[in-house]
């Protein structure tokens, strides 16, 4: 049976653009793979960039606490507290 695996953190905006810094040490280096295409590894960090489509499907933006998963052999990334829709 594969663990699941959660983190949470903030997203960032770096050089306009909106990322997460997810230690390799805490769990970074299991997402190296499931998150290829949108993460690249910065020193101790697994980097992963979160395009303007996603964040507005996702209802994220600077400052935010996302969680990202592993589970099932699949990465997943949302908002820790979902912003109510009306």
Known sequence: ME??????GPVLKVNGELVLF???????????????????VEGEF???NIPAWLAAVLQIEEGDLVCVRKA??????????????H
């Not at 663990?3 to 949470?8: G, H, N």
């Not at 280096?29 to 949108?38: K, N």
């Open 3 to 8: 663990e699941v695996m959660s983190l949470e």
């Open 22 to 40: 997810i230690p390799l040490s805490a769990g970074g280096d299991e997402l190296i793979e499931l998150s290829r295409g949108i993460s690249e």
């Open 46 to 48: 697994l980097r992963i």
């Open 72 to 85: 099932g052999g699949l990465f997943r990334i949302g908002p820790s507290d979902p912003r109510q829709v």
